[in-house]
């Protein structure tokens, strides 16, 4: 992966270069996410090694988005839970202060 002076990063991912011109400040983003990629794709691939390139794909897109997924999950309960804790301790503090 490098990047040339037009502001275009050119990534490899299964052998194929692909240029693409990030957000001003992003290229590092870009990268890392190229290796993600390529680290995931690999991962599947000794997983399943009978896959051919565009089913790899397609497992290795279903992977990431069911990691992104459970982390939506997982961020709404968390969410819920702080809401759900502020909430009572709002309650805490207005009975706290009402009048007698």
Known sequence: ?????AGVTLINILGCDYSVKAP?????????????????L???KAQAPA??????LVM???KI????????????QGVEQIEAQVSARIDAIAQLIQPV
């Open 65 to 76: 988005c069911a990691q992104l997924q459970a982390q939506q999950y997982n961020r709404q």
């Open 42 to 44: 690999a991962e599947t």
């Open 24 to 40: 001003a400040g992003q290229d590092q983003t870009l990268v890392a996410a190229g290796q993600l990629l390529q680290q995931l």
């Open 60 to 62: 290795t897109a279903l």
């Open 51 to 56: 896959l051919v390139r565009d089913k790899l």
């Open 1 to 5: 992966m490098r990047k040339d002076g």
